[in-house]
Structures are given as structure tokens and as C-alpha cells.
């Protein structure tokens, strides 16, 4: 049996309240103990002290497009659809392939551990050569092609779509890491029949159904003029959100009773702040749907939009963003920030009976922030410094069912020299195709 204890300054569990001088004991991957130095038994466990420190669950990126680093600073300050159709859509036709999604993969992973998050929600292409990418690190994913109606660099009509995405859903169970579902792009990209096609193929398999929804005010205006409603009212009329596990990315632009219906379905919202200030997209009414009891999850979208993924960064946008445009101090306030990057984002991703939260039985995916960093001394509240004074590069231990991706500050997957090896070569493939 592989049995370790960790011990940090302050242990965030999540649910319950942060435990001084906490310690975490994992046996084979798994949380077996969790509690105050002195007050759990040990039993000969070797002890990794990670002092000064804050340990919490690994965060959760619940709305990206990982490969997409590949694009990282490629087009900026472009509004939404010029910046898709003129440059994004275009080079991605031309450079996306499995090795393309491999190497970029590789890259993002190790941008996101380095963060300190443990698991994603993905829409892209070739996504079976992601799994693989996910599986050889041991680096949780749902992944999910993205179902659209014109022609993508995995497929050409939406119905060889369809078909990738069945041989994908049937392999689940296969994967230790990795779990398929089914990805629509938008409302304004998807016929109806297609729409219908990936929520029956979602109810079937039982897998989260994943969709961008709201994203701007230009995509309300263009559904209410072809289908007389707005697009969550649309999407409601057509049922995609019964019988599944529907996650709404942006979901920016939505009336009270569009609000109301995400409430009544239990409709699941990946809330992507800084991609939405980015292409000015707008404000999700986040503290409204906390209000409704929706579940929120916090993401990056993907880091051609952001243009890192970076959940820290990420985390303080969004508590400070909401205060700002409400006028309201006490808004978003840290606690329900740092809930909202662990505990939020795993229900977000149907994964909260495994990770998210610090409890006996759950795996054993949780970070250590180093406090021995000048910006977080002095220590009042772990939460506040987490959201308000913490960076990504704080992150000094990384651990995904037990095994450490980082180690004191350093990546255990990655080679030396790799990271800029992996950029230049990625660089060179965009640069080629677009010339
Ligand atoms: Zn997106």
C-alpha cells in the first residue's frame, strides 16, 4: 500500500471550515484522514511538509478549449465573430491535427498543473488524442468533440461528427482519467436536428452535455430573429436541457426568465470572466445565480481568449469584477470565489463524489500554495489570500489521485527545455499554415 501524509499551515477541506496546522493522510490515491497535526494518527506515514503553506482541493477548469494555446497571442482586440471567422476558424482549419493536439496538450497541461489545476472540461477536435496526453500525465479531463454544422478540421459533415463522437462516448470506462461527453458549439452554429442529436446522444450514454450559450449580445439577437425566442428559451423549447447533465458556458446575456429556467433544469453554468471581458462579450449575472442556487464553476475558455489558464488570475477577475459592476463590495466575496474553483467546478463537471472538496473516501487531488512569498505575509485569512494576494506560480505542490505533478515548485512530467521546445515547435506549425 503507498501510504504518505501531508501537512500545510492551513488545510481548506471546502467543506468545513480551514483547519490550522491540518494534515492530509492518502493511502493509494485516496483520502484516508483528514485533521489537525497531533489529532490524526499517522501510523508510520512519511510526512511531506509543505509549510508555510495553504493546501485546498486541485481547481477545476470547467469551460476550455486546451489546444487552443497553440493560437495564444496569435489575434487580439478583435470582437467576437470577426475574431472566430477571419483568423481562429481559418488557422485552425489549416494547423489542427492529432499531433497538433498532442504537442499543445502537452503544453496547456503543464501551464495548468503549474497553476495548480487538477481537471478540465473540454470542447475541441481529435479529442482521443488528448485522452491520451491526459492519461500518460495522469491529469483529469472531460473531453468532448465539438459538434457543429460546417466542415472542422476532425470531420466534414455533422453526421461523421456524430459518428467520432459514439466510438469516443463507447470507449468510456476504458480510461483512468478521462471521460467523454458530448460537446454542441452554439446555438447560432447548430441546425435544430443537431441540436436534438447531441442531447439524445448525452440522455443515452449519460454523460454531460456541454454548449456554449449566451455568449454575447449579438448571438441573442441573431437566435430571436431566426427562431422568434431567445436562445435559452430556444434551447428550453426543444428540451436539450432535460434528462441530462447540461453545462452552459458564458450563459452572459440571460432575461430573469431564462434564469429561472437554468434554476428549474438544474442547468450547470461555467462562468469564463476573463475570455467575456476579453472579446467584450459582457457581465454573467453570476451573483444571480448563485442566488437561484445555480451551480457555478469558474474556467478560462480557451487561452486564445484570456489568453492564459491561469485559475488564480482568473479567481480574483472574478470577485473583482462582480463588485465593480454592481457597485457592491460584498459580492463574490473570497470564500464563495475559492468554492466556486474547487468544489463548484467538480459538481459542474458531474466529478463531486470524487474530487473538489477534502473528505475521507475521496481521491487524493489537492495543491499546496507556499506562504514563504513576500505578497502573502502577513496571514489573516487563507481565503483572502488565495483570491485576492496569491499567484499561479504560488503553487508549489501539485497532487492528481495521489501522485505528485508538481514537486516543490517543479514539474515532474516535464524535461528540462521541453516547454520552449514544445512552443517553438507549435509556433513554427501555425506559422507555416497561415503563410
Ligand atoms: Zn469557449
Redesign the pocket.
Known amino acids: 500500500m503507498n501510504r504518505f501524509a501531508v501537512r500545510f499551515t492551513y488545510l481548506l477541506p471546502i467543506e468545513g471550515e480551514p483547519i490550522e496546522d491540518g494534515v492530509l493522510v492518502v493511502e493509494d490515491g485516496r483520502i484516508a484522514a483528514v485533521g489537525r497535526w497531533g489529532e490524526v494518527a499517522l501510523d508510520g506515514a512519511n510526512v511531506i511538509d509543505t509549510r508555510p503553506s495553504v493546501g485546498l482541493p486541485t481547481l477545476v477548469n470547467t ?1 476550455t ?1 486546451t489546444a487552443m494555446v497553440a493560437y495564444r497571442g496569435l489575434a487580439d482586440d478583435l470582437p467576437l465573430f470577426k475574431w472566430l471567422e477571419e483568423y481562429i476558424w481559418p488557422a485552425e482549419g489549416k494547423t489542427v491535427s492529432p499531433e497538433m493536439v498532442r504537442l499543445a496538450y502537452r503544453l496547456a497541461v503543464a501551464e495548468m498543473v503549474s497553476g495548480g489545476t487538477g481537471a478540465i472540461n473540454d ?1 475541441y477536435f481529435f479529442q482521443e488524442a488528448a485522452a491520451e496526453v491526459l492519461e500518460e500525465i495522469g491529469f483529469r479531463g472531460v473531453l468532448a468533440e465539438g459538434l457543429i454544422d460546417f466542415p472542422t478540421p476532425s470531420f466534414g459533415k455533422p453526421e461523421e461528427g456524430i459518428r467520432i463522437a459514439e466510438r469516443q462516448l463507447e470507449s468510456n470506462g476504458r480510461y483512468r482519467y478521462v471521460r467523454f461527453g458530448v460537446a454542441l458549439h452554439a446555438p447560432y452554429s447548430c441546425s435544430e436536428a443537431l441540436l436534438r442529436r447531441g442531447h439524445e446522444l448525452a440522455k443515452h450514454h449519460s454523460v454531460p452535455l456541454h454548449m ?1 450559450v449566451a455568449e454575447t449580445e449579438d448571438e441573442v439577437r441573431q437566435i430571436t430573429e431566426r427562431y422568434g425566442k431567445r436562445p435559452v428559451e430556444f434551447l428550453d423549447s426543444l428540451g436539450l436541457f432535460e434528462g441530462v447533465h447540461f453545462i452552459a ?1 458564458h450563459s452572459v446575456h440571460l432575461s430573469e426568465g431564462e434564469m429561472r429556467i437554468y434554476a428549474e433544469r438544474g442547468v450547470n453554468v461555467a462562468h469564463d470572466p476573463e475570455s467575456n471581458m476579453k472579446l467584450a462579450s459582457g457581465v454573467a449575472p453570476v451573483p444571480d445565480y448563485l442566488r437561484l442556487g445555480i451551480t457555478v464553476g469558474l474556467a478560462t ?2 487561452a486564445a481568449s484570456n489568453n492564459d489558464l491561469d485559475m488564480f488570475s482568473e479567481m480574483r477577475t472574478a470577485a473583482l469584477l462582480h463588485k465593480v459592476v454592481r457597485m457592491d463590495p460584498t459580492v463574490m466575496d473570497a470564500r464563495s470565489v475559492v468554492e466556486m474553483a474547487t468544489l463548484g467546478g467538480a459538481k459542474v463537471l458531474g466529478l463531486d463524489s470524487l474530487i473538489g472538496s477534502l473528505r475521507v473516501g475521496k481521491r487524493a487531488d489537492f495543491i499546496a500554495v507556499s506562504l514563504d512569498r513576500p505578497h502573502l505575509q502577513p496571514i489573516y485569512d487563507p481565503y483572502s489570500h488565495l483570491v485576492y494576494a496569491a499567484k499561479s506560480s504560488d503553487v508549489d505542490w501539485v497532487f492528481v489521485d495521489g501522485r505528485p505533478l508538481k514537486r516543490e515548485g517543479v514539474l515532474t512530467f516535464v524535461e528540462e527545455g521541453e516547454i520552449t521546445e514544445m512552443g517553438e515547435r507549435l509556433r513554427r506549425m501555425v506559422l507555416r499554415a497561415l503563410r
Request: aromatic residues 0%; negative net charge; glycine residues 14%.
Open positions: 469551460h478549449h470542447m456554449h458556458a475558455d480557451g
